[in-house]
């Protein structure tokens, strides 16, 4: 079985790009070059040097003493949070401007659901001296404030999605409009392993660095390239993507992706898609996707706004389907609980996206000897607003 | 190929006037109306759109009307349900238009099978791939009589034209330059330019010039170019006015072919 993307895009029967014809020439030329010119070697320098000296990596990988102790196994946090602007999401923003870059492109757009990506772009952008536009759903400019703000800050245009569920689903669909109405010199950055082919490929290998860099760490702390577990949160999957590329084909990595569960899988509020999607099409992407029996996306909810997704890449559809990997989910209160587990255990604020992942340890049944990895996506400064409400810290 | 396209195209090959609405819209059960009403005010060819959730290619005016009509209730199984009859009414041609994915829920060949059964001339699925329709689906719209009508645009390069043309039956939906539905900016100079390139290609479809059609002069200017023109965001907009159904119907289709 491959878990790679084949030469029309596809993952098993998940992928293709579903695009209307006013899209076909971007997504044509992207397909086209893409592979060859993240390949160059200048390509290859610039990005490397980047990684290294601006976003600060390789990021570490942190053996958690008193949450291994806690739950009697052995637990590692591969330090995405420790990334400039705080999460995984500029190691594919840093590949793709660059790529937008030799495209000749002069606009960015973007996308954002916790303001994470949105926030990444921007970032780059201003690196690059390149007009930034980014959608955001109006619910998630609330609840992810600090992050608006730093996009503001950093000179990009927040534009608010105002349909749907002014979520990530709107705000995605927001920028393919833009996208349609600016082929020429505009160039999407999108934020997840989703969307049309390549996409979903491209992103995946921009984010592959976070399990390259866990082999080579694992090997000098445990004399082991592969732990027993490795475990993401998943919204559209870009984190749990990088994390896992380079196990996918070694069987014996036990592969676990989180999901929001929101308030309960049969709530009628979560965004759970494994379990509550089927076989559809969403962004361009054929995927699993929470959708009605008439083929109409459900609303989906996560106090997590980057999980609040209907859908999931068409990689994670594949991995689901085939077993590949394990999928869990995680309430909300179960997140919370996580958020403050961490802290108190570690020392560590977590984003509610990667508190998602954290959620799960207590169920993996993992033993003493084994290695658990799990991917901190993010750092939780931009969720202290929810966090002081939630834990009523705010009124101590 | 479907006659009724055919027939239309031979005995109007300039000219000709194409409308859209969303079916479901302003009323759940104001389809059958809308259609006729559009007849009996002489227009050509009648898109009759299937809402859809996240209608990505679309502008505010087409969203906001799905919206409305998903909350009334509009189903495919509903439309083909006040479609039954439809054919002892009128023998306009009309085309069913939508996003894939409801379609493919409710699956491909049952889909073509009901739209042949109702009478059904043509289908614009504008997400479902070339390369996907010809390997999958082609011979199933084949054999229920079904065109399948694909977009181009300014972007699209002739080797792809051709490709399209010769995949096609019924007449090809010319976007008249690279946008969403709805905007009003009228027909630009790069889009003339366009318009001619793909005429003197001589294919063998028929050119429809849609998207950005939204008055008398855009509809006319559109008309020089190619055998119609399409009307979409501009006349789902008329039907929002005050006033009855028939009475904004007219009024609209009177403004443009004034
Ligand atoms: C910290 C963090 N983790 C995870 C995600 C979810 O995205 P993905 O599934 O693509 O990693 C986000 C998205 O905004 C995020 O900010």
């Known amino acids: 079985m491959s878990y790679h993307v084949n030469e029309k895009g596809f993952y098993g029967q998940f992928g293709g790009a579903y695009v209307p014809e006013m899209l076909y020439p971007n997504v044509e030329e992207l397909r086209q070059n893409y592979l060859r010119i993240i390949q160059e070697p200048d390509f290859q320098e610039e990005l490397q040097l980047l990684l290294k000296d601006y976003v600060g990596r390789p990021t570490p990988l942190y053996f958690a003493p008193r949450l291994s102790e806690k739950y009697n196994t052995k637990v590692y946090l591969k330090r995405e949070d420790l990334n400039h602007t705080g999460a995984h999401k500029i190691n594919n923003t840093i590949g793709q401007v660059l790529l937008a870059k030799r495209l000749g492109k002069k606009r960015i757009i973007a996308e954002t659901g916790a303001g994470q990506h949105g926030v990444a ?72 392993v989703v969307g049309p082919h390549p996409y979903p490929d491209m992103v995946a290998r921009f984010q592959a660095v ?83 029996e008439d083929g109409q996306v459900t609303e989906p909810y996560s106090i997590s706004a980057g999980l609040d997704y209907p859908g999931v890449g068409p990689l994670h559809a594949h991995l689901f389907v085939s077993g590949r990997a394990k999928f869990m989910n995680a309430t909300d209160e179960e997140a919370l609980q996580a958020v403050l587990e961490l802290t108190r255990l570690e020392g560590i604020i977590p984003a509610l996206e990667s508190a998602h992942a954290l959620a799960v340890l207590n169920r993996l049944g993992a033993k003493p000897e084994e290695i658990v990895v799990i991917n901190l996506s993010g750092r939780g400064d931009k969720d202290l607003s929810t966090y002081l409400k939630h834990f009523h810290f705010d009124e101590q | 190929m479907n006659n009724r396209i055919k027939n239309l195209f031979a005995n109007k090959p300039k000219g000709l006037l194409s409308v859209y609405f969303t079916a479901g819209f302003p009323s759940l059960n104001d389809t059958e109306t809308v259609i006729l009403e559009l007849e009996k005010n002489g227009v050509d060819l009648i898109e009759v759109g299937m809402p859809f959730s996240d209608p990505l290619a679309d502008g505010p005016t ?56 109702i009478g059904i001339d043509g289908i614009i699925l504008p997400d479902l791939p070339l390369r ?107 039907l929002q006015q005050e006033g009855s159904l028939q009475e904004n119907i007219s009024t609209f289709i009177k403004s443009i072919k004034h």
């Open chain 2, 62 to 117: 087409i969203q906001q009307s799905s919206t409305v009509a998903l909350r009334n209730g509009m189903t495919i199984p509903k439309l083909f349900e006040q479609l039954q009859g439809i054919r002892q009414k009128t023998d306009i041609p009309l085309v069913l238009m939508g996003y894939l994915n409801p379609v493919m829920q409710y699956g491909v060949e049952r889909f073509c099978q009901k739209a042949g059964e």
């Open chain 2, 132 to 238: 996907e329709y010809v390997d999958e689906y082609k011979a199933i719209f084949e054999k229920y009589n079904l065109s399948k009508v694909f977009l181009i645009t300014p972007q699209t390069p002739e080797e792809r034209i051709r490709e399209i043309d010769s995949h096609t039956n019924g007449f090809i939906y010319m976007v008249s330059s690279a946008s969403t539905t709805g905007k009003t900016l009228g027909l630009a100079e790069q889009s003339q330019a366009y318009f001619q390139r793909v005429a003197s290609m001589k294919l063998q479809n028929p050119g429809v010039i849609g998207f950005g059609i939204h008055d008398n002069e855009t509809f006319a200017s559109a008309c020089n170019h190619a055998s119609g023109a399409i009307i979409g965001s501009a006349f789902v907009k008329a």
């Open chain 1, 121 to 192: 772009t921007a970032t780059v952008c201003a690196l690059m001296g390149l007009e930034c536009i980014v959608y955001m759903g109006e619910v998630d400019i609330e609840r992810q404030a600090p992050n608006v703000a730093r996009m503001k800050m950093l000179g990009a245009q927040v534009v608010p999605a105002t349909s749907g569920s002014k979520t990530l689903k709107d705000a995605t669909n927001e920028a393919i409009r833009d996208w349609i109405n600016n082929p020429e010199d505009t160039y999407y950055i999108i934020g997840s």
């Open chain 1, 210 to 292: 976070i399990s390259e860099e866990m082999r080579a760490q694992l090997l000098e702390k445990e004399g082991t390239e592969n732990p027993k577990y490795v475990i993401a949160c998943v919204g559209g999957g870009s984190n749990a993507a990088g994390a896992f590329y380079h196990y996918l084909d070694e069987p014996n990595v036990e592969l676990i992706a989180v999901e929001a569960a929101g308030k309960g899988i049969d709530s009628g509020e979560s965004a759970a898609t494994s379990i509550l999607g089927k076989d559809g099409i969403i962004h361009g992407s054929r995927t699993l996707l929470m959708q009605t």
